[in-house]
């Protein structure tokens, strides 16, 4: 958990900086954006300055959430899990960004790679397998790559592939396309994965399915969520 010490240099409340880093990891604003919200509520702080909070304390934000939700979701680690790969583009080059969400489209493990060929595969499903336990079937695409890696793991009878078996994961992309286009794309591959992570586990936390739920559910969900986050990133 964020300790006292965290806050302990910075001028600003910490109640101000929760605020910042949930609005620019949470929704797909820039930090100008941001900085012109934070304005309309008297808080005059730059876009630079909303750039160090997020770089400073969303990683300490989102492994606190993260942890608890491991905790969780391996006690249901046979549940179904879905793997796929995004094109992700940093400084012009093709990257490629892994990803696996559960049957409810919780995301578990975001990686980028410079590749997609075997060993990119074994180094995501590894990661995920030592976090998150072995799930009994794994759905992916017919990329050969998962194949290869599946036999390697001896778990290839775990492996599933069909047409449209994969839409979970494949929709589970979008609310971070739609942070990368806020973002105009990334400098550094290092920048993707530390965003990548850090945006699945914050996304994860506020996420609540509203389409599949009553309006009074929702509304308990929602404020649950917000008080939980307040606790996490608390003193």
């Known amino acids: 958990m964020t300790k006292p010490a965290s806050f302990k240099y910075f001028k600003t409340s910490p109640e101000i900086i929760r605020l910042a880093v949930m609005l620019y990891i949470r929704f797909p604003l820039s930090l100008r954006n941001v900085e012109d919200l934070l304005h309309e509520r008297g808080i005059d702080v730059s876009h630079e300055t909303v750039r160090y909070w997020w770089n400073r304390f969303g990683p300490v934000f989102a492994s606190e959430i993260r942890r608890k939700r491991v905790q969780k979701l391996r006690a249901f680690s046979k549940w179904k899990w879905h793997v796929d790969e995004v094109f992700v583009k940093v400084n012009g080059k093709r990257h490629y960004l892994w990803r696996a969400v559960d049957h409810e489209g919780e995301v578990l493990e975001a990686v980028v790679t410079k590749r997609r060929n075997k060993a990119a595969a074994l180094k995501f499903l590894k990661k995920l397998m030592k976090r998150h336990g072995c799930a009994e079937e794994i759905v992916t695409d017919r990329l050969a790559s998962y194949k ?29 396309r739609r942070r990368e286009r806020a973002m105009q794309r990334f400098r550094r591959m ?4 530390k ?3 850090v945006h699945s586990s914050i996304y994860n936390h506020f996420n609540q399915e509203r389409s599949l739920t009553s309006r009074d ?3 308990l969900t929602r404020a649950a969520a917000l008080s939980e986050w307040r606790q996490i990133c608390s003193g």
Request: glycine share 6%; hydrophobic share 40%; no cysteine.
């Open 195 to 197: 965003f990548a992570a």
């Open 190 to 193: 290092r920048s993707l994965q």
């Open 148 to 176: 290869a890696a599946f036999r390697e793991l001896g778990s290839l009878e775990k492996q599933r592939t069909g047409r449209w078996l994969n839409n979970r994961v494949e929709n589970s992309h979008l609310p971070f």
């Open 217 to 219: 559910t929702f509304k």
